[in-house]
C-alpha cells in the first residue's frame, strides 16, 4: 500500500510539472470505485480518470521489461486510463516512460494470466521500455514531460521540459507531494502518514509510529522564486505553535533546471521561533541557497535525504521517550 502511495505521489507530481496550465486534482475519499485519480484542467470541468499500477520491479534480469500483475479493473470507461509505471527504489523516481492505455483497450493489450503461487488469474500487463520495441504496448508510451497534454491533447507539451505552475495552492501541493514521496521511500512500515482535512492550521504533515506511539508533525513551505540567490519562506503568525515535536521543512525548486536545490532546511518550530525575523502578520525565512555560515546553516540537510531525516527524527523522540 506504501509503495502504491509513494508511485501515485510520482505520478501526480509529473501531471503538475507537465501540465501548462493550473490542473485540479482530486483524490477518492473511499477507495472502492477503482479510481485513483481524477483530474481537470482548471476550469474546464473535462474530467480524466486514472487508475495507476506500478512497480519497483525487480528490473534486473530483463532491465527494459515492464511486467505488472493485477486484479482490481474499472469498469471501462471512455475517460479512464490504466496507468502503467515502473519506479526505480534506489533512485525514488519513476522510469520512463509511462504506459498510458484507455480503459477500454486494456483486454487487448493485458492477458490474464494464472499465479504458479497462489493458483489465481491476474490480470498481465508486460510491455518493452526501450522505446525501440514494437510490441501490443509501445503505442500508448508517454513521456514524462507529455502526460498532461496525452490527456488533454489541446494542451501543447513543454518541449521535452517539466515546468512548475504559478498558481500558489497548486505550488504548495506540489512540495507536500514531493514529501510524501520522499518520506514513504524511506519508510520501514511502521511509520503512518497523514495529512490535514481541513489544512487550515499550519500542520500539513503528522507521522505516527504504529508501536512507539512517537509523533513528529511537519509545516512544509516552498520557494520557486529567488533574487540573487536568495530563498525565501514565510509562515502566517495566525497559525504557528511552536512545540517540541513540530518541525518546518523549507525547500526550492529551481525553475530553470527543472529539479529540486540539493539543499534543504529542517528545523524544530521552537528553533525557526527564536531565528525568524518578524514580517507584520508573518515570520520570515531568507538565506542564501549556498550560504554555510549563516544562522541557518547549521539546519541544511541534502534534499535527498529528506525523508530518511525525518523518520529518523521520530526515532529520536521514541529513544527519549523510553529513556
Known amino acids: 500500500m506504501q509503495l502504491g502511495y509513494l508511485i501515485e505521489n510520482r505520478i501526480d507530481e509529473v501531471y503538475v510539472l507537465s501540465a501548462p496550465g493550473p490542473l485540479e486534482t482530486y483524490v477518492p475519499v473511499h477507495d472502492t470505485g477503482g479510481f485513483d485519480r481524477a483530474r481537470t484542467p482548471f476550469g474546464a470541468y473535462d474530467h480524466k480518470l486514472d487508475q495507476v499500477k506500478g512497480t519497483t520491479g525487480p528490473f534486473s534480469s530483463h532491465p527494459d521489461e515492464l511486467r505488472i500483475n493485477f486484479n482490481a479493473l474499472a469498469h471501462p470507461n471512455p475517460d479512464l486510463a490504466v496507468v502503467f509505471a515502473g519506479f526505480d527504489l534506489a533512485a525514488s523516481r519513476l522510469r520512463e516512460p509511462l504506459f498510458v492505455v484507455p480503459s477500454e483497450d486494456v483486454p487487448d493489450v493485458c492477458t490474464r494470466h494464472r499465479c504458479a503461487t497462489c493458483g489465481r488469474t491476474h490480470w498481465q500487463f508486460v510491455a518493452n521500455m526501450s522505446g525501440h520495441s514494437r510490441d501490443r504496448a509501445s503505442r500508448y508510451q508517454v513521456g514524462l514531460a507529455e502526460l498532461a497534454p496525452s490527456r488533454w491533447p489541446s494542451w501543447k507539451p513543454r518541449l521535452g521540459l517539466l515546468g512548475l505552475s504559478t498558481v500558489l495552492t497548486e505550488v504548495g501541493t506540489f512540495f507536500e507531494r514531493q514529501f510524501d514521496a520522499d518520506f514513504l521511500a524511506a519508510s520501514t ?34 520557494s520557486t522564486a529567488t533574487s540573487k540567490q536568495v530563498i525565501e519562506a514565510n509562515v502566517p503568525r495566525r497559525t504557528f505553535l511552536a512545540h517540541p515535536r513540530h518541525y518546518l521543512l523549507i525547500q526550492h525548486y529551481e525553475r530553470d533546471r527543472s529539479a529540486f536545490h540539493p539543499w534543504t532546511w529542517l528545523m524544530s518550530s521552537g528553533d525557526f521561533q527564536s531565528l525568524a525575523t518578524g514580517r507584520a502578520q508573518y515570520l520570515h525565512f531568507a538565506t542564501s541557497l549556498n550560504a554555510t555560515d549563516n544562522r541557518w546553516a547549521p539546519f541544511r540537510i541534502p534534499t535527498a535525504s529528506v525523508g530518511a531525516a525525518v523518520r529518523d527524527l521520530m526515532r529520536t523522540r521514541a529513544a527519549r521517550r523510553a529513556a
Open 189 to 222: 512500515g511502521d511509520e503512518v502518514l497523514m495529512a490535514p482535512a481541513p489544512d487550515l492550521f499550519g500542520r500539513d504533515r503528522l507521522v505516527l509510529s504504529k508501536t512507539t506511539r512517537a509523533w513528529v508533525s511537519l509545516a512544509i513551505k516552498g
